[in-house]
């Protein structure tokens, strides 16, 4: 079979690298929208005055806790739809890196919704009322106030929220570097 190589990738000529489903598209593009709300937001409520406060935390909150019930839903998704196997000629530690970074990214996608959502209740601030999830639907109060276990989850939240930006940045070099250097056209798989 014929052959190209494009900056140093050999791909057999005309072949184009297996896609992932509209499904696995769709949760993907879905999430990436709800961190882009959430993950800023989160990062600029302590400089938001007081008065003002509260619509930050509701869209934060809500946006957080959507992307935990998009991530289960991707999950239950994933088990019947596997997704493409990289492409070959992806060298294996490249494949081990970005599968590390995939599952980290899914853990902390589940994980952090739910420090997030217990800190809430620790300092006694569930989402109910002005707080409700999405602005009206009132959510469970899981537990009485308890400000010592609030301070713990609350500094393991900020943790996440930067382990998730750092896996965010190593996630979208990674498609650079396959988009840019290698030119094997892994990105088409996700648009
Ligand atoms: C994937 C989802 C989420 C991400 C990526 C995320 C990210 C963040 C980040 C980066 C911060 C700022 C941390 C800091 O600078 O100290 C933060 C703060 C916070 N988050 Fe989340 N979060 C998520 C979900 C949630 C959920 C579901 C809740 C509650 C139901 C929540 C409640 C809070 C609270 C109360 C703060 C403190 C805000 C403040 O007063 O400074 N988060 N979050």
């Known amino acids: 079979m014929a052959e190209v190589a494009e900056a140093g990738v050999r791909m057999p000529a005309g072949s184009a690298p297996a896609s992932y489903g509209t499904g ?5 593009w879905i ?3 709800l961190l882009a709300i959430a993950l800023p937001v989160g990062f600029v409520i ?5 008065d003002h406060k509260t619509i930050f935390y509701t869209i934060h909150e809500s946006a957080g806790l959507t992307i935990l019930l998009v991530a289960l839903a991707r999950l239950a998704w994933r088990l ?3 997704p493409p196997p990289l492409p070959p000629h992806v060298p294996r530690a490249l494949q081990r890196v970005a599968a590390a970074v995939h599952h980290s990214l899914y853990a902390l996608l ?3 919704p739910i420090l997030g959502f217990v ?3 620790a300092w006694g601030f569930p989402l109910r009322g002005d707080s409700a999830y999405l602005g009206f639907i009132d959510l469970p109060q899981i537990m009485e106030k308890n400000e010592g276990l609030a ?3 609350q500094t393991l939240h900020t943790i996440g929220g930067w382990a998730i930006l750092v896996l965010l940045v190593l996630h979208v070099c990674g498609v650079v570097f396959h988009q840019a ?3 094997d056209g892994t990105l088409l798989r996700m648009v």
């Open 31 to 33: 999430t990436v929208l």
């Open 80 to 82: 019947r739809h596997p």
């Open 110 to 112: 589940i994980l952090q």
């Open 46 to 50: 302590q400089h938001i005055k007081d």
């Open 151 to 153: 301070g713990v989850l």
């Open 181 to 183: 250097i290698r030119r």
């Open 119 to 121: 800190a809430t209740n």
């Open 24 to 28: 696995a598209k769709w949760f993907h």
